[in-house]
């Protein structure tokens, strides 16, 4: 069965430097996403991308975050400058066909800022 | 503001009985309501979708039902078993199409 596959599993960076967290959505997959779970939290929205554009962002996503599909097959998420508090679970998604498709998650990356 | 609740204490119950886990909500409308399961250190699986129109929803030994007047919707898991142990996720549309979670509620099944 086809699966999102997400790179890397880990992530050690220091405060202030960028990252690009890396996905591989479902291959005939139209819309993507990005959540994140700080340990013990729940699983929260970022960013949803359709058609190579953001079609929806949460609170959470400010200017330090961006997205790209590059090549038509990756999807990734950038942070330009990050701080302690962006150490979480991040969880990649895509859906396939209408809106209320259901949400196939990669296995995440774990970030941890020191 | 929209919010999804479910139990945050963690439910354990034995072998072989039925565990009922609850979602309710406040300022949504939703037209569907999903399930998912997430096990530790894993991303969310979906399970379940159950459309506004749909009481209950069936997929072999998990039973959703939908109750918009009450705004709650109750997964069943029938005949549980320990591999069923994990954190099962509610989550709704918002107004702008992003699906929002619940935090979940955790279940433990003990032989």
């Known amino acids: 069965e086809p699966e999102v596959t997400q790179t890397p599993s880990h992530q050690v960076t220091q405060m202030g430097q960028e990252v690009i967290l890396r996905c591989v959505p479902i291959?005939?997959?139209?819309?993507f996403y990005w959540y994140r779970q700080i340990l013990g939290q729940k699983v929260e929205f970022l960013v949803s991308?359709?058609?190579?554009?953001?079609?929806?962002k949460s609170e959470i996503f400010d200017d330090q975050f961006s997205v790209e599909r590059p090549d038509g097959s990756n999807f990734t998420l950038k942070i330009r400058s990050t701080k302690l508090e962006d150490s979480a679970m991040y969880f990649c998604?895509?859906?396939?066909?209408?809106?209320?498709?259901?949400?196939?998650f990669g296995n995440g990356t774990r970030l941890t800022v020191t | 503001s929209q919010k999804i609740e479910q139990n945050s204490e963690a439910l354990n119950i034995q072998e072989g009985k039925t565990a009922t886990l609850t979602c309710n909500y406040t300022?949504?409308?939703?037209?569907?309501l999903q399930w998912y399961r997430q096990d530790p250190g894993r991303g969310p699986v979906f399970l379940l979708l159950?459309?506004?129109?749909?009481k209950e929803k069936r997929k072999e030994r998990l039973k959703v039902t939908f109750d918009t007047t009450l705004k709650q919707s109750l997964f069943h898991i029938t005949a549980s078993q320990p591999a069923d142990s994990a954190t099962y996720l509610c989550?709704?549309?918002?107004?702008?199409?992003?699906?929002?979670f619940g935090k979940g509620t955790s279940l433990l099944v003990t032989p």
């Open positions: 159950i459309r506004e129109n749909e």
């Open positions: 991308f359709y058609n190579n554009e953001i079609s929806e």
């Open positions: 300022n949504y409308s939703p037209a569907y």
């Open positions: 291959s005939n997959h139209l819309y």
């Open positions: 998604a895509s859906m396939g066909g209408s809106y209320n498709s259901p949400l196939h």
């Open positions: 989550a709704l549309v918002n107004s702008g199409y992003a699906l929002n």
